[in-house]
């Protein structure tokens, strides 16, 4: 089932806009503060806060103690995080995709500004190129984006 999903989402072709490559920026710093979340949440369950010293078994009758209930809050956020995670991951991977197909120096543009989130005077120097150049760059893989 897994593998006929992914041929799917290989074959699936999606008309790129402007909007769709602006928000790829957005969600990319999204994934990012994710991450330190669960490395935070990851962090807590292994801190000696979460560690319960008690060796005794509990029967099924007795509440479970604060900490057991505090690491199962703290699996349940990370695993809410994670699946987001990979629905960012699968939306950048939709945008990275539809920018392969585009010649080099216009996908290193459309990286620059809508995947890693640069402003346009920064793609500007790193390209060394002029603002009219990025500008006609920028018009011409859109037009190649969309078709």
Sequence with gaps: MKISVKIYILCE???MT???LMQCS???RELQQIS???ETLRADARSTKAVCYDSEPKSKGEPVAAVQRYIERLEELSALYEE???DLM???ITVERAISVLPSDLRMLMRCRYIEGYKWEQVNEMMYISERTSKRMHK???ELLKK
Excluded: G, L, P, S
């Design 36 to 38: 330190r979340r669960i």
């Design 90 to 92: 699968q939306d950048i």
């Design 18 to 20: 402007k909007e769709t």
């Design 140 to 142: 011409a893989a859109m």
């Design 13 to 15: 072709v999606q008309e």
């Design 84 to 86: 987001k995670k990979a």
């Design 26 to 28: 957005a969600k990319r």
